[in-house]
């Protein structure tokens, strides 16, 4: 049977929709297809739409509220319900943990009522799989995903968990790794390129872009920062709900006129380049789209050696990337990159 007239329909289930890599990527993607497709949009952390800022209003995209929600326990009554929602597209696009029950419902109902294909993409894992991956949810995914037409990951890491602890076939892997318009990173953007932030005469820098959520441990580098010079400032890009615990860590430290959290930049590219340090401090990472644009702009990059992130940099930058947890040693390489131009440089 043929489809009917008309542009192509992608149904996006998000874990959530507030600007982070996955979403932003996910946006441009949205603004390069065009509007020969028709895109619905859903989070599974209800009103999380924030990077919806980031697509062009010429795309045709819609948020449905009546759409079932991504989490609950998965009764078969409710995976029905998923599935049945599912009908109409073309293609399903689903992401991370938090859409797994749409990934299962597919698998359980995409025969008997005709579903369009799955593609799932897993970017990274919460603060609760940080460190060491529950075995029931391994098992959940294994369920799900061999129902998908495809699993695309970003990481090697995330290639290898998918191959094997996952037991994904070969074939249904795809590892595409995150990247960017690199001239877009090469102008240096002006002083007030943030809103409400301007850089002055006899700054520096320490920046970071990053969705303010538990995973990124945004605290631990307000904490490693406080080993830098009073010159250097630390420089926050991102939202989400973590904000008043970084503020609380800086008001601790007695940081909180050195350190700021401008908000959400829909556009990093104009505003990376105001950096003259760039640092990571997460608990888990696969292969980080910031990290890419930090060295696009030029800049050095401080970092726990989580997910890619140490195959990412170049050898001059290996000395930069310390063992996770790190929270001393990651002070201890940011006040070395403070003392060491050259080598920023470089």
């Known amino acids: 049977m043929s489809r009917a007239a008309g542009p192509l329909r992608l149904l996006h ?21 065009g509007p ?3 895109h619905t949009v859903v989070s599974g952390v209800p009103g999380a739409l924030g990077a ?12 449905p509220g009546d759409f079932p929600s991504l989490s609950g326990k998965p009764l078969p009554g409710r995976l029905l319900g998923l599935a049945r929602a599912m009908a109409g597209f ?56 061999a129902g998908a037409s495809a699993l695309v990951v970003p990481s090697q890491r995330l290639e290898a968990i998918a191959l094997n602890t996952w037991r994904l076939p070969r074939a249904k892997v795809r590892r595409i790794a995150n990247g960017i318009p690199l001239d877009r990173y090469a102008a240096k953007p002006p002083a007030d390129a943030l809103p409400g932030l301007v850089k002055q005469p006899g700054q520096l820098w320490l920046g970071t872009l990053a969705g303010l959520r538990a995973v990124k441990n ?15 400032q630390l420089v926050i ?20 006129t050195r350190v700021h959290l401008p908000g959400f ?30 060295m696009a702009a030029g800049l050095a990059v401080v970092s726990p050696a989580v997910g890619d992130v ?29 003392a060491d131009p050259a080598r920023r440089a470089a």
Do not use: C
Request: proline share 8%; charged share 20%; aromatic share 8%.
């Open 36 to 38: 020969e497709i028709a």
């Open 237 to 256: 890009v991102g939202e989400g709900p973590e904000r008043g615990a970084i503020l609380a860590e800086a008001a601790q430290l007695g940081l909180e």
């Open 310 to 338: 140490a195959a990412m940099v170049a050898a001059e930058n290996a000395a930069w990337i310390v063992p996770p947890p790190g929270d001393d040693m990651l002070g201890a390489a940011l006040a070395g990159g403070a």
């Open 265 to 294: 930049a829909p556009d990093p590219a104009s505003v990376v380049g105001l950096f003259d340090l760039f640092a990571l401090s997460s608990d888990s990472e696969q292969f980080p789209i910031s990290v890419v644009e930090a």
């Open 13 to 33: 289930l998000h874990s959530s929709f507030s600007p982070g890599g996955k979403e932003l990527r996910a946006a441009k993607l949205m603004n390069l297809f």
């Open 218 to 232: 945004l605290p631990r580098l307000v904490r490693a920062f406080a080993a830098m010079p009073a010159e250097w």
């Open 52 to 63: 919806a800022e980031a697509i062009d209003p010429a795309v045709d995209v819609s948020y």
């Open 90 to 145: 073309d293609l399903v696009l689903t992401y991370n943990w938090g859409a797994m029950d749409a990934v299962v419902a597919h698998r359980l109902f995409a025969r008997a009522l005709a579903l369009p294909p799955l593609v799932h993409h897993e970017d990274g894992f919460n603060q609760d799989e940080a460190q060491r991956l529950s075995p029931s949810r391994n098992l959940y995914r294994r369920f799900g995903m």
